[in-house]
């Protein structure tokens, strides 16, 4: 059987992490967080002393970066080499610095080939993967590919309720802010040709899991 790949983008706060792992795990499928990956490598140049900015000593650490992870969508863990940064890379200077790193050619696309092959290695009838750039240049041939999205105002709200250690004005900020730089490098906020976009903002958590469930089953 060939696996069913699902791809979901979305901008911050969209939901879009808890809503596809959830959807992952009543379908039975494996899980992949690529935004998780960006992060990792974030906290990894951090972590080897490396200026976010300085892009040849950025791009130079990609040979070294052992990302390691396990695709099921319980208890999903992420390793750089021997250091469990589960916890770590969700920190808000992680949050605040991968722009920088996320931004570099020669970073997306070492990122997209290690997605390429994680996805080809899945063991389970389909994995769903989410990110900025999922839909239209890690799996653009999918068979389900979806856009994630909620009016700004409500992505504010549910993002300042999971931060509590921040004011929720600090929170809409970085927000705001992180969108903005991020979508200088991919369009996540306009669904592509051919991606269908489930908005989110008058559903609750499982109402939006059963709209994408839907579309997954309207294509497959
Ligand atoms: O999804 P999440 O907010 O954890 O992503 C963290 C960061 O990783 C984003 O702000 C963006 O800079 C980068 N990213 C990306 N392309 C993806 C997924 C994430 O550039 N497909």
């Not at 939901?15 to 490598?41: N, T």
């Not at 990302?67 to 949050?95: L, M, N």
């Not at 909620?150 to 929170?171: F, P």
Request: aromatic share 6%; net charge negative.
């Amino acid at each position: 059987d060939t696996l069913i790949v699902v791809a979901v983008d979305g901008p911050a706060g969209s939901g879009k992490s808890s809503v596809s792992k959830a959807v992952a795990k009543k379908l039975g499928y494996a899980y992949l967080d690529s935004g998780a990956a960006y992060r990792a490598f974030a906290w990894y140049v951090v972590q080897r002393g490396i200026d976010v900015q300085d892009e040849p000593a950025v791009i130079r650490l990609l040979a070294d970066f052992d990302y390691r992870i396990g695709t099921d969508p319980d208890g999903y863990a992420v390793f750089v080499g021997e250091h469990e940064v589960t916890q770590a890379i969700r920190d808000p200077e992680v949050t605040a610095t991968v722009r920088y790193v996320s931004r570099v050619p020669e970073v997306r696309s070492h990122l997209v080939e290690l997605f390429r092959r994680i996805i080809r290695s899945a063991d389970a009838p389909g994995i769903v993967v989410e990110g900025r750039d999922i839909t239209t240049v890690v799996a653009p041939d999918a068979p389900v590919r979806l856009l994630l999205t909620a009016e700004e105002h409500v992505r504010m709200g549910r993002r300042s309720a999971e931060i509590t250690t921040q004011t929720a004005s600090t929170v809409a900020e970085q927000l705001r802010s992180r969108d903005r730089a991020d979508s200088r490098v991919v369009d996540f906020m306009n669904a592509a040709d051919g991606v269908t976009t489930v908005d989110s903002t008058d559903l609750d958590f499982d109402q939006t899991v059963n709209a994408v469930i839907e579309v997954i089953h309207s294509h497959t």
